[in-house]
């Protein structure tokens, strides 16, 4: 199996006070892959995928270590070089996509100039191809869509839509932080359905979530962080059948329903 | 103790092009809640599980229809009387940062429902306060701190104890335990199950979550589209569910365990 991205002794500091808030954190994310991160809130999932990205404020983070992309280290790259990568080959889905849309401006709109800010396409092209990746999305009456301001869509439907635009540019690797957390439960299985097929595109992903349910539907390989810690790793088998550490078997306890509940 | 009929909610909007339209946000609910019992409301977003909640709760008015509370009208009850029925009927809301004022010390919001509705002296007060801060399982120097600097499950906790500190005898949770972490949500849950015991309240548990309703309740209420399709008393597998879009809300449900197409 091969690396599609490398992570070595990652280490994210406070500028302020030098406080840690991320660890030595060290993983692969393969080929075709999806790596789950788990953990609760503060342990650090977050940052290490925002870190990845280079989405962290200089002057309140001190990113160190190395995140092997392609034979790069994206951390030690220029600010232009970076902008070639992100989006285009490297694409993020936040957790609210009700914050990360432009409130003032039409979908449409967003989507040509995603896709014109790296692709030499004319504005038709892109609109052409926006339209049909939200249909390749579920997604019905397209070009209402299109024209819509997001205030106007549900949660569910900005998550589809922000999905799409991840996908239009063709990434080799998605970054999901808590993408399905503030979703309906049949929304969340549509999304994470989605998820698997942009595996099978040959697509890795990374999923951070406090969920072992959204771990156990589509990861092959688990990390477990706490305190800004990895705590335990291993494959998605390994984890729920042989957890290590006491706090993995805690995580894998809140889960509701007792075990004889069979999920039709 | 509680009889809802043939309950309706109309909204009036404008569509795009400024035509009147009317939303029926809750659309002819019947429904008993007795004394002592559990009960859950599940729906995804837009269902109109929280207006409901709201006209129940007399926040804002039905357009039809009747709430009974101990064979009484609602409707006919005096400013008063309305007043110290608000004293049986307490509130737990998905946002606890937003549900306490930010300027006042969380001893305060404890204090405010008890000064509302009953009166004690200070000494009095004081250690009801603290009684009701050791029921939610927090320390006692939270009362010293302001809602900012507690974490969400620990604002739910004060949100609680604010709710029981009158010993309503109905209490709604909407989405009470939405937007916490697994653990935190399976802590609050257990707390609420243990303070059941003690209180002797009913409870009417408004949730997304299909686990979440059947984890707490034993009688549950499935709406869709401002309407009940499905009433489920003594609840005991995932099999009493017969209603077709109840099922969609189980095949929704996450996986306890990885599928075995996982393992590579």
Excluded at chain 1, 125 to 150: C, F, T, W
Excluded at chain 2, 31 to 51: D, H, M, P, Q, W
Excluded at chain 2, 103 to 117: Q, T
Excluded at chain 2, 141 to 167: M, Y
């Amino acid at each position: 199996m091969s690396n599609l991205l490398e992570i070595r002794e990652l280490n994210i500091t406070l500028v302020e006070n030098q406080r840690p808030i991320v660890k030595n954190v060290s993983f692969n994310v393969g080929k075709g892959r999806i790596l789950g991160i788990i953990g609760e809130s503060g342990s650090g999932k977050t940052l290490t995928s925002k870190a990845i990205m280079r989405l962290l404020n200089e002057k309140i983070f001190t990113v160190k270590g190395q995140v092997e992309f392609r034979g790069n280290n994206l951390l030690q790259m220029s600010e232009r070089e970076i902008e070639g990568v992100m989006g285009k080959d490297i694409s993020m889905i936040m957790q609210n996509p009700m914050t990360a849309f432009d409130p003032m401006m039409k979908i449409g709109k967003q989507i040509i100039e995603t896709v014109k800010a790296h692709l030499p396409l004319s504005k038709k092209q892109a609109y052409d191809m926006g339209v049909q990746q939200l249909k390749k999305m579920n997604l019905n009456r397209v070009s209402e869509i299109m024209n819509s301001y997001p205030h106007t869509l549900s949660g569910g439907m900005l998550q589809r839509i922000m999905i799409a635009i991840a996908l239009l540019l063709e990434p080799r690797i998605i970054i999901a932080d808590e993408a399905t957390t503030a979703l309906d439960v049949s929304t969340q299985s549509i999304i994470l359905d989605e998820f698997k097929k942009i595996q099978d595109k040959g697509i890795s992903l990374i999923v951070v979530t406090h969920d072992f349910g959204v771990i156990a539907k589509v990861a092959n390989d688990v990390i477990v962080m706490k305190d800004g810690e990895i705590i335990e790793d291993g494959t998605v088998h390994e984890i729920f059948y042989n957890p290590k550490t006491e706090y993995t078997k805690e995580l894998l306890k809140a889960r509701l329903l007792a075990d004889e509940v069979s999920y039709a | 103790m509680l009889e809802v009929k043939e309950l309706c909610k109309q909204y009036t909007g404008r569509d795009k092009k400024g035509r009147k339209t009317t939303i029926q946000a809750v659309d002819n609910v019947s429904f008993i809640v007795e004394r002592n019992k559990s009960y859950a409301l599940v729906g995804e977003s837009g269902s109109g599980k929280s207006t409901l909640a709201r006209l129940i709760t007399h926040i804002e008015m039905s357009t039809s229809g009747q709430i009974k509370i101990d064979n009484k009208d609602m409707s006919k009850m005096g400013k008063r009387e309305l007043r110290m029925k608000r004293a049986d009927f307490q509130m737990v809301m998905q946002d606890g940062q937003s549900s306490l004022d930010p300027r006042i010390k969380i001893y305060d919001s404890i204090a405010e429902p008890i000064r509302n509705f009953s009166s004690i002296n200070k000494k009095e007060e004081k250690e009801k306060i603290e009684n009701l801060t050791q029921k939610v399982e927090l320390p006692l120097e939270v009362l010293n701190r302001f809602p900012h600097e507690l974490s969400g499950g620990q604002q739910k906790r004060i949100c609680i104890a604010r709710a029981i500190s009158v010993r309503p005898k109905f209490i709604i949770f909407d989405e009470a335990v939405s937007g916490l972490d697994v653990t935190v949500r399976k802590k609050i849950l257990d707390l609420l199950l243990r303070l059941r015991n003690e209180l002797k309240s009913t409870y009417f548990f408004i949730t997304h979550d299909i686990d979440v309703a059947m984890y707490i309740a034993k009688n549950i209420l499935v709406m869709k589209d401002g309407q009940i399709v499905e009433q489920i008393e003594n609840i005991k597998s995932f099999s009493d569910f017969k209603h077709e879009y109840s099922q969609m809300l189980i095949k929704s449900l996450l996986p306890k365990l990885p599928s075995n197409t996982q393992r590579k």
